[in-house]
């Protein structure tokens, strides 16, 4: 028990070394462990429960706007993944091979998928046909391997968890609608079931993905000061239909190649709440993503298995009928502050202890994860007010993610400024910019930042921080991962 007592409290001030302290958190709130292979983690229960949770919210969001999951092959032929020559340049250092299938040699390699266009075009040909046929709104749930040199649990790993979708329209118009649809769903989730707030735009050119005709993205603001790239949605144009031979004969009867679109967002979305909302204790998990949104701690002091625990099975009953995902913790062998510290650790949003005095009262006292404040409830309110607090703690969290972004966020229109807030303070930094991937290289090469996205709202305004070229456009840049 000894062990455990310290296990608890081992984790590393964030302002002391925040890689550390990242490493720390997942580690000891069992959110990932390392494996045997370089690269690849293991997610347990706990961590994976939350990626469920963020997998259910969107997938429902993607069903109720018109979109169905399927499954395609995890490996694909080289000569297919090779037909769109942009693409596989930009994945090319990427992509891990198979060039054996048990004794035998195998004819042709095969790609283990860094993602899935070429597999996933290759039958979009043989289905599309008709405008009739479109258009294809497909989604896939499963898992990508790409051979990074760095990596980190969540933030960039050998292999992740993710859902890519995949769509045939019959304009360039509906295809870009479609684009913009889903980077506002994206939005929508991560704001409002994740509570961090992110900003949408347009990836430059140099930034975009490979093969894409337009890349949107989500950026996010870790509490390091450092973006994160939260999810992408990509307008395909016709690059990839004219690749793989996908023609459709239009209403006027003509012959045409469609408009496709990709997107995706991965478990590194993990990732982002630990960094946005964990403190030095561990975990800090907005409610509706929690695997546990409250956890019932009956004091364990002299007859408390007959005086207190009946009262807290009750409670925990009352509230699960309730639609709260709610934990007893009746174990024997840890104190009630070693749970206390334990589940704090773990980030579960709001905990409820019931001692003997509380018996006499008949009430609960309610412990906020996020700001600690305690406060009673009666028995007789507990189902109506563990839910409005449980609103209460995701609503805060996200205006405090607000709060923080905006102190870091700095708008300079002088290039001496942009590197020494970029170098001192970090955060975003909303700049003019004339378009030039020089004057982008520029910043890159002496500050390491780079352009995040481009508002969609963004109009020429001002002159060029780095070149001083009027009619620049205003762009979020920062330091990512």
Not at 101 to 130: F, N, Q
Not at 160 to 189: N, S
Request: with cysteine.
């Amino acid at each position: 028990m000894a062990e455990k007592q310290v296990f608890v409290k081992e984790i590393t001030p964030k302002s002391e070394d925040f890689s550390r302290w990242y490493q720390d958190v997942i580690r000891k709130a069992e959110m990932a462990d390392y494996s045997m292979v370089r690269g690849c983690m293991v997610i347990p229960p706990y961590g994976f429960a939350v990626w469920e949770l963020i997998r259910d919210a969107l997938d429902r969001r993607l069903k109720a706007s018109g979109h169905q999951n399927a499954y395609f092959p995890l490996f694909i032929p080289k000569s297919l993944l090779e037909k769109e020559a942009e693409h596989v340049e930009g994945f090319a250092p990427q992509v891990a091979w198979v060039t054996r299938g048990g004794e035998e040699e195998l004819d042709e390699p095969l790609a283990v998928r860094p993602t899935s266009e070429a597999i996933i075009c290759s039958m979009y040909a043989k289905w599309v046909h008709s405008w009739r046929d479109l258009p294809i709104l497909i989604n896939q749930w499963g898992n990508v391997v790409r051979w990074e040199k760095v990596t980190r649990p969540f933030l960039r790993t050998t292999e992740f968890l993710w859902q890519e979708g995949h769509t045939v329209h019959a304009t360039a118009e509906e295809a870009e609608e479609e684009t913009l649809r889903i980077l506002d769903i994206y939005v929508d989730l991560v704001e409002n079931e994740l509570a961090i707030p992110v900003i949408a735009g347009l990836k430059s050119e140099q930034e975009k993905f490979a093969g894409a005709l337009r890349t949107y993205a989500i950026e996010a603001l870790m509490s390091d000061g450092r973006a994160l790239q939260a999810g992408t949605s990509h307008n395909l144009g016709q690059h990839f239909a004219k690749a793989f031979g996908i023609q459709f004969e239009d209403k006027d009867q003509t012959v045409k190649h469609p408009w496709q679109t990709s997107w995706g967002v991965t478990t590194r979305l993990i990732g982002a709440v630990i960094m946005v909302h964990g403190d030095d204790s561990g975990l800090v998990l907005p409610p509706r993503v929690a695997p546990h949104q409250a956890v019932v701690v009956p004091i364990s002091v002299g007859d408390w298995k007959e005086s207190v625990l009946p009262h807290a099975v009750e409670i925990t009953k009352k509230l699960s009928n309730a639609g709260v995902r709610v934990r007893l913790d009746d174990r024997e062998e840890y104190t009630p502050g070693w749970k206390y510290a334990d589940w704090e650790m773990r980030g579960v949003p709001l905990r409820l202890e019931i001692g003997p005095k509380d018996v006499q009262r008949s009430q609960v006292v309610s412990v906020r994860r996020d700001n600690r404040a305690k406060a009673p409830i009666g028995w007789d309110s507990v189902v109506t007010s563990v839910p409005a607090l449980l609103d209460n703690i995701q609503q805060a969290l996200l205006e405090k993610a607000r709060e923080f972004r905006a102190q870091n966020t700095t708008e300079v229109k002088d290039y001496q400024e942009f590197e020494r807030v970029m170098n001192d303070k970090r955060g975003f930094i909303i700049a003019p910019w004339c378009g030039s991937p020089d004057c982008e290289d520029r910043v890159k090469e002496d500050t390491t930042a780079t352009i995040r996205v481009i508002p969609r709202e963004s109009e020429p305004d001002g002159a060029c921080v780095v070149c001083k070229k009027e009619g620049a456009r205003r762009v979020y840049f920062a330091k990512a991962y």
